[in-house]
Structures are given as structure tokens and as C-alpha cells.
């Protein structure tokens, strides 16, 4: 979107492994493919020419499958790795030229992480974890007590503080890496596969309570993880790297409707639609009907085509006239269908089809689908969404 | 007759060479170096005579209360108890103090070197493939070569035999202490520096106390090599229990060797214990679970 600013730009940056990287810069530059490399150097291909633009406030996923260059990747943000070529450009500051106390400060201050496996130090209790950052930044210890006991309470380990890591199940350990990164009020957040050790529950859990926290802090987090389902449930945009190349970047219904080529297509084909397809791109139009102006003439030429939905004078949904029940009650089923005092179910549009089931399951055999005004917009069956879930 | 194998150079001035090189740093450097060592034998010796000073109660109540300390386990406490009352009643008490007074100083001593050339090799690659091969052929150097240029710069007593014994007993420390901080987890090397820590902090916060419970290994390993040293540093004046196993040999008292040995046995079953259960302690902290 262009309205918000960029607050990471990633040029041309090249990674490659191995004894004399520069030597074949050259020969990648010309696109030797990453077999072809080890085969003649070699030299290993971490990444090849990826540039990004990363939007401050945003959550932008970094997917791909295993060995595609994703940790490397995102090992350069805070220069855990040095790229062989390009720069990485943050708040106008270019990354690659901080000398090494300037690095220091930036990663104090700028950027935290949280570890695929916690990288939690085993021998410091929940709390020392936690305020890590803020001690060997010189905080007084009284201070970062404070701070970091405000971190444990938002990540929910109250009464952990003075635990050891070992003591504490996986999930709990990751939300010490949290709290951990959350502590030094970075305002970037950097995530490798944070919950890919995780159990799914567990793991819905993290995720449920990263966007929470994200909807409150507004941080810019770069989230890596191989699990398409993930990446459409937190990020707000989608890097799909393959090979240690971009493929496509777009958000999560731009690379359901539009892969790039067969290898996006191929990760988006398992994909569970129903939690990114919205009922309202697959609502059926419906015409509206004042109360007072249901007849049985009215009825009849509307419903040729569609169906139509019963609004009360305000416009708010009522009731819904299938052609079905049309064709079997005529108007005798009208005079019915005006009198029912129950209000018809509604459906927001942005809902996404599994978010609909359970009121689709409650409702007779159609719902209404809103706008964000609570205006009728058109209507659901159940069989509409069943279809649409087939058809992938 | 087989044939001899060809004398390709002269060894006899090759050896001349060497050792008159030698006598020179003896004659130019001797008594420098015998001045810059005098703080460690007054070290050894202070450690020895208040040992020795001690009222012997003291002694076995400490050493078992250390036992127990680190094994929580009466029975390993009521061992060390009668080892130690055992070694005074055969009659050894001063000499196995001055032993242990050796010991201590040297395995002290060791550490201080050897953990910090631990960490210098931990850090490079060049580094340890140099320093590998030179703890292999002082691991594998038959001890008595190391007296000689100790004997020849300090003359016999204790100073060349506290050196020879931290030569001999210093590899384990290093070995372990550069092979504990490689070990270290990658991420969570990765995860301080994330945040930012120098590489000091590093080795303060995280390498080193991870890498703790190998470090303990080596100084484990440290430990009982010094004490089995003493037995030959006492050729070269160390005094101690060794002493009185020379003594056995020299007088050919059977008696006397055979106790003398008890009581180094004793020992390092007491120290022994002591640096394992200490070393386990550590490592349940840090690797449960996870
Ligand atoms: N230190 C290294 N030396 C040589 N090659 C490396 C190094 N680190 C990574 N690679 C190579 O770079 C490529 C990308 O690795 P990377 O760890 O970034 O993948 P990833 O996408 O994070 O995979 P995973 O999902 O398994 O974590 C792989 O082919 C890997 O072999
Ligand atoms: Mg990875």
C-alpha cells in the first residue's frame, strides 16, 4: 500500500557460501543455476539477488520450503550474516556500513529475534532471559526487573519469572523468546520459523497471540515460516522464496488467485481455503424488497433469477424469499415469511469461510451476507461454500 | 648383521647445538626466571605449610563436608572420612598435605593458563590446528623429558616440579575448554549476539557457562594427572607421598611404597569424586529437558 512508509529495503542482495565467495560472483551474476555452481566451485547459493520492500507496521512473511535460503535471509536483516553483494537499507540507514559498535547499538535498540529452537540461555531463569538484552545494554538491573516483568505479563507467564527454561513445556519457552525480544522495544522483530517446533495447538495459540500483540504494538516483524496455513493467517504480505530467489511477493488472496508460476501454484494447491477465501467473494447477488412492497407480482418478476432478501424500512435484512420456496408456497408462504418475527442470520462479507460454518450450521438453509454497515450485500447457502471449497 | 641405517648428518653437533643453546638461556635467563617463578613457590609452600598446620580434624571434616557438598550422599562423605583418617593412620598425613598442596597449585595454576588458551583457540580455526599437535606430543612426551630443562634452569626442588607438573597436566583443561565453547549451541550463540552482546559478554554470559560442565571434565582430567605426577616430580625434590615411594624404592622397603601408594590412591579417589558429582551438578542445570 503506498500510504505507509518503507522501513526495510533489501537491494540485490547475493549470499554465497563457500571458500572464495567474490570468485564467482561473476558467473552467478551471468545466472549459473545452484548445481551447476557446486558442481564446477564448489560454492553453495544462499541467496540469489532478492530485494524487498518491508512497510513499517506490517507483518511480512518469508515462506519457503526447506534449504530455500529463508534463515539465511533473514540473518542479514540484523547482519547475523554478511551478504557477498547488495545492502539492506534500514530507516535510511544502510545496515552494511555500521561499524561494529554501531552494529551493536542497532541490535540493542532496533531489531530483536526470536529462534526457531528458543536459543534460550538454560542456565539464566525465566526472567534473566527475558531482561537479557536490557542488562548487556547497560539498564540497571532494578530497571529491566521492571521493564521485563511488564514482558512476561504480556506474553502470560506470570509465575514463571524465576523458573528455568528446561522447566517450562516448548510453547512457554517460545514466549520467553518473545518477551525476550519484546523487551529491548525493538521496532523491528525478527522470527525464524518461531513456531515450527511448536505442537498445532500450541502453535494456533502463538499465532493468535502474535497478532494480538502486533495489533497493539504495531511493530514491523518479518516472519519466516515453511507453512503456507501460517504465513496467510499472520502476514500481511508474502515473500515465496525458492532456491534462495523471489518468486512472488504479494499478499495472502493475491497468491491464492494469482501464483507467479507452478511453484507458487504447486505450495498454494493444499492450502485450507476456508481460512483465507471471504464469504463476500463468493456471495450470491440477491435483490432487495421493502417489507411493505412483498406481493406475490413483486415476487414473481424478481425472482427469475436471484433471490430476494426482506429489509425493514431501515434497510437492516429481515428476511430471505428463495425461488424455491416461491415456486412450492407462492404467496401463501409470503404472508409467512413477512410475519416471522426472527431475525434472518447474517454473515459479515470479510468473514472467511470457516469463520461461517458454525452460523451456516444454525441456519435454516440461507444467510444474509453483510457489508461492514450491516447492509445486505447479497446471499449464502451452504452448498455455495462447499462448492467453493472443491473446487481446489 | 643387519645393515645400519646412513648417517645422513652428524646428530652428535646437531645435539651440541642444541644443548649449548640451551646452556645459554640457562647461564643468561636462569636467574631471571627463577626470580619471576618465586611468587608461585611461595605460593606452594605457604599452601603446604598451612595444610600441614591445620589440625588434622580440620582437614578430614573439610574434605568431607566438600564430599558431601558436591555428592549429597553420606556414603560418598563417610568414604572420603575414612580415607582421610586412614592416611593419617598409617602415618602419611604430612607428606600426602604436601601432595595435595602440589596438586592444588598446579591444577590451579593449569586452569588459569589453560582455560584462557581455551577460549584463544576456541576462537580460530588456524589457531586450534596449531595448537592440537603441540598438546598431542606434550600428552604423548614421555613425562621425563620434561624434567631435564626444568631441572637445568631452577635446579632440583619444588619450582621445576610444580612446572613440570602443569605442563604434563595442562592439555585436558585446554582440549576441553576449546572443544566445550565449539560445542555450544549455534542459536543460542546467535541469540545473544542478536541482542547485541560483545564478544567478551558472549564468553561471559553464554560460552562459558554452557561450555561449563566440559570445562569441569578437563580440569577434571587436570586433577588426576597432576597427582599422578607426583610420584616423578618427587624425583626432582617435589617432597610429598612420591618421596616416600622413591624413598621405598631407594631403600628397598616394600612397606613403605605400598602405603605411600595407598594414600595417592585415596586421594584421587577423593578428588576424583569431588569434581565429578561437582561436574554433573552443573550439567543437570543446563541440559534437562530441552
Ligand atoms: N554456513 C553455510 N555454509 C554452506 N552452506 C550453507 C550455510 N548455511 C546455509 N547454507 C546453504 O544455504 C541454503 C539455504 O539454507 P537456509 O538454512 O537459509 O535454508 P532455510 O530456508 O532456512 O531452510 P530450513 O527450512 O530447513 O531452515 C541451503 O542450501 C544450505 O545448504
Ligand atoms: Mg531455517
Same mark, same amino acid.
Given at each position: 500500500m503506498a500510504d505507509k512508509s518503507i522501513k526495510i529495503?533489501?537491494?540485490?542482495?547475493?549470499?554465497?557460501?563457500?571458500?572464495?565467495?567474490?570468485?564467482?560472483?561473476?558467473?552467478?551474476?551471468?545466472?549459473a543455476s545452484k548445481s551447476e555452481l557446486l558442481e564446477k566451485t564448489g560454492h553453495v547459493i544462499g541467496i540469489r539477488d532478492v530485494s524487498l520492500k518491508i512497510p513499517a507496521g506490517e507483518t511480512f512473511v518469508i515462506m519457503g520450503l526447506s534449504g530455500s535460503g529463508k534463515s539465511t535471509l533473514i540473518r542479514h536483516f540484523n547482519r547475523l550474516i554478511e551478504p557477498t553483494a547488495g545492502k539492506i537499507i534500514i530507516d535510511d540507514v544502510n545496515v552494511m556500513n555500521l561499524g561494529e559498535a554501531a552494529l551493536r547499538e542497532f541490535r540493542r535498540n532496533k531489531i530483536s529475534m526470536v529462534f526457531q529452537r528458543f536459543a534460550l540461555l538454560p542456565h539464566k531463569t525465566v526472567l534473566e532471559n527475558v531482561i537479557y538484552g536490557l542488562v548487556i545494554a547497560g539498564m540497571k538491573k532494578a530497571a529491566a526487573i521492571v521493564h521485563g516483568m511488564e514482558q512476561i505479563d504480556l506474553v502470560g507467564l506470570n509465575g514463571f519469572e524465576n523458573h528455568y527454561p528446561n522447566q517450562l513445556s516448548g510453547g512457554m519457552q517460545q514466549r520467553v523468546g518473545l518477551a525476550r525480544a519484546l523487551a529491548t522495544d525493538a521496532e523491528i522483530l525478527l522470527m525464524d520459523e518461531a513456531f515450527s517446533a511448536l505442537d498445532p495447538l500450541i502453535r494456533n495459540d502463538m499465532q493468535d497471540q502474535l497478532k494480538e500483540l502486533q495489533a497493539?504494538?504495531?511493530?514491523?516483524?518479518?516472519?519466516?515460516?515453511?507453512?503456507?496455513?501460517?504465513?496467510?493467517?499472520?502476514?500481511?504480505?508474502?515473500?515465496?522464496?525458492?532456491?534462495?530467489?523471489?518468486?512472488?511477493?504479494?499478499?495472502?488472496?493475491?497468491?491464492?488467485?494469482?501464483?507467479?508460476?507452478? *511453484?507458487?501454484?504447486?505450495?498454494?494447491?493444499?492450502?485450507?481455503?476456508?481460512?483465507?477465501?471471504?464469504?463476500?467473494?463468493?456471495?450470491?447477488?440477491?435483490?432487495?424488497?421493502?417489507?411493505?412492497?412483498?406481493?406475490?407480482?413483486?415476487?414473481?418478476?424478481?425472482?427469475?433469477?436471484?433471490?430476494?432478501?426482506?429489509?425493514?424500512?431501515?434497510?437492516?435484512?429481515?428476511?430471505?424469499?428463495?425461488?424455491?420456496?416461491?415456486?412450492? *408456497?407462492?404467496?401463501?408462504?409470503?404472508?409467512?415469511?413477512?410475519s416471522e418475527t426472527d431475525d434472518v442470520a447474517c454473515i459479515n462479507q470479510s468473514a472467511t469461510l470457516e469463520e461461517s460454518f458454525s452460523m451456516l450450521a444454525n441456519s435454516d438453509e440461507m444467510a444474509v451476507v453483510i457489508d461492514e454497515g450491516s447492509k445486505p450485500v447479497g446471499v449464502i447457502t451452504p452448498k455455495v461454500v462447499l462448492k467453493a471449497m472443491a473446487r481446489c | 648383521m643387519a645393515e645400519n641405517f646412513p648417517q645422513i648428518f652428524d646428530t652428535r653437533s646437531f645435539r651440541i647445538n642444541i644443548d649449548e643453546a640451551f646452556n645459554w638461556i640457562v647461564a643468561n635467563y636462569g636467574e631471571p626466571l627463577e626470580i619471576l617463578f618465586l611468587p608461585v613457590l611461595k605460593m606452594l609452600i605457604v599452601m603446604e605449610k598451612f595444610l600441614q598446620w591445620l589440625p588434622w580434624y580440620v582437614v578430614l571434616i573439610a574434605l568431607s563436608g566438600l564430599t558431601y557438598l558436591a555428592c549429597r550422599s553420606w556414603k560418598a562423605t563417610l568414604g572420603t572420612a575414612v580415607m582421610m583418617f586412614l592416611i593419617g593412620v598409617i602415618g602419611i598425613w604430612d607428606p600426602a598435605m604436601s601432595t595435595i598442596a602440589l596438586m592444588l597449585t598446579s591444577t590451579l595454576l593449569a586452569v588459569l593458563v589453560g582455560v584462557p588458551v581455551g577460549v584463544i583457540m576456541s576462537r580460530s580455526n588456524?589457531?586450534?590446528?596449531?595448537?592440537?599437535?603441540?598438546?598431542?606430543?606434550?600428552?604423548?612426551?614421555?613425562?621425563?623429558?620434561?624434567?631435564?630443562?626444568?631441572?637445568?634452569?631452577?635446579?632440583?626442588?619444588?619450582?621445576?616440579?610444580?612446572?613440570a607438573t602443569i605442563v604434563f597436566a595442562i592439555p585436558p583443561v585446554i582440549r576441553l575448554t576449546n572443544l566445550g565453547i565449539r560445542q555450544v549451541d549455534a542459536e543460542v550463540i546467535e541469540g545473544v549476539t542478536s541482542f547485541g552482546a560483545t564478544p567478551r559478554q558472549r564468553l561471559m554470559t553464554a560460552q562459558i557457562p554452557l561450555a561449563m560442565p566440559t570445562i569441569m571434565a578437563g580440569i577434571n582430567q587436570t586433577t588426576m594427572m597432576a597427582l599422578s605426577m607426583v610420584v616423578i616430580a618427587s624425583m626432582i625434590g617435589a617432597g610429598g607421598l612420591g618421596y616416600q615411594v622413591l624413598q621405598g624404592i631407594q631403600r628397598l622397603e616394600v612397606s613403605r611404597g605400598l602405603l605411600a601408594g595407598l594414600g595417592i590412591v585415596f586421594l584421587a579417589i577423593i578428588f576424583d569424586r569431588i569434581a565429578q558429582a561437582y561436574g554433573r551438578r552443573m550439567q543437570q542445570h543446563l541440559h534437562m529437558g530441552s
Open positions: 529495503t533489501v537491494e540485490n542482495i547475493f549470499k554465497i557460501f563457500g571458500s572464495n565467495p567474490d570468485s564467482v560472483m561473476d558467473q552467478v551474476r551471468a545466472g497493539r504494538l504495531h511493530k514491523t516483524i518479518v516472519f519466516i515460516t515453511h507453512d503456507l496455513d501460517e504465513a496467510l493467517r499472520i502476514g500481511d504480505t508474502i515473500a515465496i522464496l525458492k532456491d534462495g530467489e523471489l518468486r512472488q511477493v504479494g499478499s495472502g488472496a493475491e497468491i491464492l488467485l494469482n501464483p507467479a508460476d507452478d *511453484y507458487v501454484e504447486r505450495f498454494v494447491r493444499d492450502v485450507n481455503r476456508a481460512r483465507i477465501v471471504t464469504i463476500g467473494s463468493i456471495a450470491r447477488p440477491a435483490a432487495q424488497l421493502a417489507c411493505s412492497k412483498v406481493t406475490a407480482a413483486s415476487c414473481k418478476k424478481l425472482l427469475t433469477t436471484q433471490e430476494a432478501i426482506i429489509v425493514t424500512e431501515a434497510g437492516k435484512p429481515k428476511n430471505i424469499i428463495s425461488r424455491e420456496f416461491f415456486a412450492r *408456497y407462492g404467496s401463501a408462504g409470503l404472508k409467512s415469511k413477512k | 588456524t589457531m586450534q590446528s596449531i595448537t592440537l599437535p603441540v598438546l598431542d606430543i606434550m600428552q604423548t612426551m614421555p613425562i621425563f623429558v620434561y624434567l631435564i630443562p626444568f631441572v637445568m634452569l631452577f635446579g632440583p626442588g619444588k619450582i621445576p616440579a610444580l612446572l
